[in-house]
T-cell receptor, first 113, second 113 residues
Framework: DTGVSQDPRHKITKRGQNVTFRCDPI?????LYWYRQTLGQGPEFLTY????????KSRLLSDRFSAERPKGSFSTLEIQRTEQGDSAMYLC???????????FGEGSRLTVL | KQEVTQIPAALSVPEGENLVLNCSFT??????LQWFRQDPGKGLTSLLL?????REQTSGRLNASLDKSSGRSTLYIAASQPGDSATYLC????????????FGKGTLLTVNP
């Protein structure tokens, strides 16, 4: 499979715990994006990387959220001290620099109890 | 700030019917517009991408049109099938932000056998 891969697909956690999601982009894609989608809403932009550099973060990304892409390949999104409002689908996408089509993964669904 | 609206929010049709989903956007300075399909609990599958210079794109039973000047796009589905049941999302890639998609809330389509 050469698409965008996300892991885990579903995570259930208790409030206050930390969670980490991983995204593996399409291999030659140097841009990587994180979006969040809550129930009944469209996805909203969180952050994006070009290679290993994080170039923009949305105001939605509070200081409990941190994203990394250490070697310009896979990325991780960590949420510390989870809250019930963090329950959502976290979507990863990738693209080639200069190309304006994003390819999305299957998403990681977070449920905070 | 770009805003994307999709009407209707939900649509139920009998199998075999042709149907149109609508998408409107407030800022006409877009690079492209994409239509996605989302099955329950799943990620996004790209259906059609229309560049700003194009008027329409076709793939099988799907046809998407774009009228930048009026800020509108339509997704036409011919001879609908129960397998077409899903949420359909449109998203714009706006000028000045060639990495950030703005999504509508989607139209939930149900095709009844």
């Amino acid at each position: 499979d050469t698409g965008v891969s996300q892991d885990p697909r579903h995570k259930i956690t208790k409030r206050g715990q930390n969670v980490t999601f991983r995204c593996d982009p399409i291999s030659e894609h140097n841009r990587l994006y994180w979006y969040r989608q809550t129930l009944g809403q469209g996805p909203e932009f969180l952050t994006y990387f070009q290679n290993e550099a994080q170039l923009e973060k949305s105001r939605l990304l509070s200081d409990r959220f941190s994203a990394e892409r250490p070697k310009g390949s896979f990325s991780t999104l960590e949420i510390q001290r989870t809250e019930q409002g963090d329950s959502a689908m976290y979507l990863c996408a990738s693209s080639l620099k200069g190309a304006r089509e994003l390819f999305f993964g299957e998403g990681s669904r977070l449920t905070v109890l | 700030k770009q805003e994307v609206t999709q009407i209707p929010a939900a649509l139920s049709v009998p199998e075999g019917e042709n149907l149109v989903l609508n998408c409107s956007f407030t800022d006409s300075a877009i690079y492209n517009l994409q239509w996605f399909r989302q099955d329950p609990g799943k990620g996004l599958t790209s259906l059609l991408l229309i560049q700003s210079s194009q008027r329409e794109q076709t793939s099988g039973r799907l046809n998407a049109s774009l009228d930048k000047s009026s800020g509108r796009s339509t997704l036409y589905i011919a001879a609908s099938q129960p397998g077409d049941s899903a949420t359909y999302l449109c998203a714009t890639l706006s000028g000045g932000s060639n990495y950030k998609l703005t999504f509508g809330k989607g139209t939930l389509l149900t095709v009844n056998p």
